[in-house]
Structure formats: C-alpha cells, structure tokens
C-alpha cells in the first residue's frame, strides 16, 4: 500500500504534486500537513498530531467531513510527522512518500532523514519529495529514472559507504568509497533516462535536485 503523509514544511506549488496523488491509496496529515491538503482540496484519510498549527476551521471542516482524526497531548517524545509514519506503517504501508517535510526549520528537515532510515531497515520504500528534491536512502540499490542532462547526488548518510557503483552517470564509480568527512558525490548528471546505485556496505542518500 503506498502512503503519501503531508506535514507542515514548506508546500509552495501545489500542482506539482498532483501526481504524486493520483499514485497513492492513502493520505496522512500530520498536524498542520492538512492546511497543505485544504488547499490541495483533497480529503484526508487520516489527520494526526497535536494539533497545534493546524487551523481550527480546517480542523472542523474535515471533522465535518468525517475524516478520521487522531489527537495526541503536546508533550509527547515523537514529532506529528514520526506519528504518522508510525500509523501508515500499522495500517499496512509498503511504500510511503513525505511531502512537506523540508522547510526553514533545519532541525526539523534534518530529523526527518530518519524517517527515511526507519523504513529502510524494515524493508518499506520510502522517499521525500519536494518542488526542487527527490531523497531516497538506500543500504543496498536503488534505480533512479530522470533524463539526459539531468543532476543526481550522491552523499554519504554514515560515516563511509564501501563499494559504491552507478550506471547511467557521468562521473561512473566501480566499486570505490566515500567518507562522510570529505563526500564527492555532489552534481553527477544522467548520461541515459535511468541510474543505477549499488553499495556494499553503509547508507547512501541518493538526491535528485532541481536547479
């Protein structure tokens, strides 16, 4: 089942996503994330958090609505986003995608990495996507489609990542390492419609941006 969860970062061209949303079975808002589908005009299938940046009438429209809501006290150790990850992860996610989870707040968007990590080690694809990022993590491989010209990158995500292969890239490694302290993976660019990522050993983020 592929879950798309919205938080509350920064959503600025809500077009861009509308086929992301013609590609899910299921929507998750955490907290503040269902002020982005109000605007979206989608309906929830699920809103959780604590509710302190959602909208009060956004709040009752979709109560009104019959959405399922989910009310957690502000003094919890997880953050809304994590909550609802947690949630599609209990109802039977297999894939899940996080929009609205990069924004000003730096703390946040770097703790919302983890999440990427979270899935991976229990085997449920995961990505972040944003009007100007596409981040996945991997452990193992990865086939990325973009087109000629187009850039990917290639940062590690611990402390080394032994045994890095691509195809598809300008800049080819074939089994070669790459050091967190001093990572050389930034602006490779597609030389074919479709990359391809190996590693051996460690954690990669793997980003397509746009420029």
């Not at 940046?53 to 009104?64: A, M, Q, V, W």
């Not at 990325?144 to 187009?150: C, F, L, T």
């Not at 391809?196 to 954690?203: A, S, Y």
């Amino acid at each position: 089942m592929k879950v798309l969860i919205i938080s509350n970062g920064d959503i600025k061209d809500y077009n861009f996503y509308e086929k992301l949303l013609k590609d899910v079975d299921m929507v998750i808002c955490a907290d503040g994330g269902a002020n982005h589908a109000y605007q979206m005009k989608i309906k929830p299938d699920l809103i959780i958090g604590d509710f302190d940046s959602i909208k009060e009438e956004i709040l009752e429209f979709y109560e009104n609505e019959g959405v399922r809501i989910e009310k957690f006290p502000p003094m919890k150790d997880e953050t809304d986003t994590q909550l609802a990850m947690l949630k599609a992860i209990e109802l039977g996610a297999t894939d899940v995608t996080f929009i609205g989870v990069i924004g000003e707040r730096f703390d946040h968007s770097y703790a919302n990495l983890s999440l990427l990590l979270y899935l991976l080690n229990r085997n449920i694809k995961g990505k972040i996507v944003n009007e100007k990022n596409e981040i996945y993590l991997i452990n193992k491989f990865i086939e990325v489609e973009g087109k000629k010209g187009e850039l990917l990158s290639l940062l590690p995500y611990s402390k080394e990542v032994k045994g890095i292969y691509t195809k598809g890239l300008f800049y080819g490694l074939s089994g070669q390492s790459m050091d967190l302290e001093m990572p050389y993976g930034i602006s490779n660019v597609f030389t074919e419609d479709k990359a391809t990522i190996e590693i051996e050993e460690g954690l990669l983020l793997v980003i397509k941006p746009k420029e």
